[in-house]
């Protein structure tokens, strides 16, 4: 799979899960709160010796069992990608920072579907990771942040959405001749 913006691109090699573990919960109230679910997320990020283009994303996702309130499953599943970045002209810093924050999404989406996988056929019925919020590597935060810009007054936006407007109209009458 290759994702890219531009000239960067992160390529997923292949990945593995070294550990899966679901436990169902006899405590759990089918009938109480269900959305209490709290989860713990670590990522680490480790580049392969002998090969300057290629990292290993280690994901871990287990349910914090101190801070949610009846869950239906007490769980672990632990995901290892191997990433290829292809811009050869990136520093090892940004390579890193690179795979951390692309492969993460791709990830956390594959640890997403293998608990919903897991827990289909389990008591409680599937269960299924909400949203987790995924903060950006430092470098990359301050990217983000200096090229943030301020949103276009409503006038501008009119402007432009009458701009496309027409544009797409004279693109219809030349279809249509």
């Known amino acids: ?18 550990k899966q573990s679901v436990v169902s919960l006899l405590k759990f109230d089918k ?3 269900k959305d209490q679910s709290k ?3 670590k990522r680490t990020v480790t580049p392969i010796p002998n090969r300057s283009d290629m990292y290993a994303l280690e ?9 949610s309130i009846n869950p239906p499953y ?4 632990v995901v290892v990608g191997y990433f290829i970045v292809a811009d050869k002209e990136l520093d090892s810093s940004a ?8 492969g993460s999404q791709l990830l956390i989406g594959a640890i997403r579907e293998r608990l919903s996988m897991l827990t289909q056929s389990a008591p409680w019925g599937v269960f299924n990771i909400n949203f987790i919020p995924i903060p950006n590597a430092p470098e990359e935060k ?6 943030t810009r301020p949103l276009p007054k409503k006038k501008e936006v009119k402007r432009r ?9 004279k693109a219809a009458k030349k279809k249509a001749k």
């Open 39 to 41: 989860i713990l997320l």
């Open 59 to 67: 994901i871990e996702i287990k349910l914090d069992t101190e801070n």
């Open 31 to 33: 009938d109480g709160s």
């Open 1 to 18: 799979m290759l994702m890219s913006i531009g000239s960067l691109q992160v390529v997923l090699d292949k990945y593995f899960y070294p």
């Open 142 to 147: 301050s990217k983000e942040q200096s090229a």
């Open 95 to 102: 390579g890193e920072n690179l795979t951390l924050n692309w």
């Open 74 to 77: 007490d769980f672990e599943i």
């Open 161 to 169: 959405a009458v701009k496309r407007k027409t544009a797409k109209s």
